[in-house]
């Protein structure tokens, strides 16, 4: 017989469990490795997966981009697991090139303090690190994100101890398990990626009758000879204007371009860039800025006067539109 002691500090006041009482315990589950952490293959498979929340697993399709997610020494994250426990996890089918899984946990190139949860492709920032050891992270599998591989739209922060984000035996908490996988950032208008500008739309060029407000992924519009929506604008005489931030992936001096029938005219954190705020065909004009790496305020405004209704914003040449990835609605 092998008997099993439970001691307290002191050594005292041990019990005995026997056979027979430790078999009317009940056993839990196998435990599932944490995501963000190792990466998995089993014994007969090559394949390699990153695992995700509630044991979801996506196969990673290439060499390169593992090194691209998770660095150049990516294989040392690899552990074997025997086939056996392969039914234990599900299959969640390939990992997106350049998107990490969620649950990892990262920083910035550049921002060594500000740390970020991945949960279903929105970056998530940790407000204070206090409670850090209570999620029981290992620093070692924090990976460095750069800029310029991806950019993940912001999330809102995790400014309160979440007891399911400290769970590593990956039981969920059922009440946070939803936020921890399956979030979405909510405005009054519903559900949306936060990607992209918020458009207030008028009717006049004044700014002061506004019909409706929508998120637009761009500034890329050929209206011809109609209007954003019928149910609310005339096809002459309207506006809008476009507010939110834009990501600035690194230090330099920076060309914008609006190009536009009619009017339009472009601000970066209160300062004009571009004033091409006059009645004409569509014409192109650009301006100049430095700006530093990160979020910067953004307004862009533009008037229909009559005829064609035209409105693009561009940067680095008057054909490259400003991408949705580094937009966003405040």
């Not at 006041?13 to 009317?24: A, F, G, H, K």
């Not at 834009?246 to 230090?251: D, L």
């Not at 190009?259 to 970066?268: A, E, N, T, V």
Request: aromatic share 14%; charged share 25%; proline share 3%.
């Amino acid at each position: 017989r092998k008997d099993i002691f439970f001691l307290d500090k002191d050594f005292n006041n041990i019990r005995t469990v026997t056979n027979s009482q430790l078999s009317e315990l009940s056993l839990g589950q196998n435990i599932k490795l944490r995501p963000g952490t190792y990466l998995m293959k089993l014994i007969s498979d090559p394949k390699v997966y990153a695992v995700e929340p509630a044991g979801v697993i996506k196969h990673i399709s290439s060499p390169a981009q593992a090194e691209l997610l998770f660095g150049t020494d990516w294989k040392g994250r690899v552990i074997d697991l025997p086939d056996s426990l392969y039914q234990d996890y599900k299959d969640g089918g390939v990992l997106k090139d350049n998107r990490h899984p969620t649950g990892m946990v990262f920083r910035y190139q550049g921002e060594p303090d500000d740390y970020y949860l991945l949960t279903n492709g929105y970056s998530r920032k940790f407000v204070s690190l206090v409670s850090w050891d209570g999620y029981h992270f290992n620093k070692n599998f924090i990976s460095d994100v750069a800029y310029q591989n991806v950019l993940y739209p912001a999330g809102a922060d995790i400014d309160v101890y979440k007891v399911a984000l400290a769970d590593t035996a990956q039981t969920l908490i059922v009440d946070e398990a939803d936020d921890l996988i399956n979030y979405r950032k909510n405005e009054e208008e519903g559900v949306y990626t936060n990607s992209g500008l918020k458009g207030d739309y008028y009717t006049g060029s004044d700014f002061k009758t506004k019909e409706f407000t929508r998120t637009d992924k761009n500034i890329n519009f050929s209206w011809g000879s109609g209007n954003p929506d019928d149910q609310y604008l005339n096809d002459d005489y309207f506006s809008v204007r476009w507010t939110g931030q834009i990501n600035i992936p690194e230090e330099k001096n920076y060309t914008f371009y609006t190009c536009s029938d009619d009017g339009s005219r472009l601000y970066i954190d209160g300062t004009q860039v571009v004033d091409n705020w006059s009645s004409h065909r569509v014409t192109c004009k650009s301006g100049q800025i430095t700006l530093t790496r990160g979020r910067h305020d953004i307004k862009v405004e533009y008037y229909e006067k009559n005829g064609g209704a035209y409105m693009k914003l561009s940067w680095g040449d008057e054909s490259t539109t400003i991408p949705t990835e580094v937009l966003f609605r405040q």
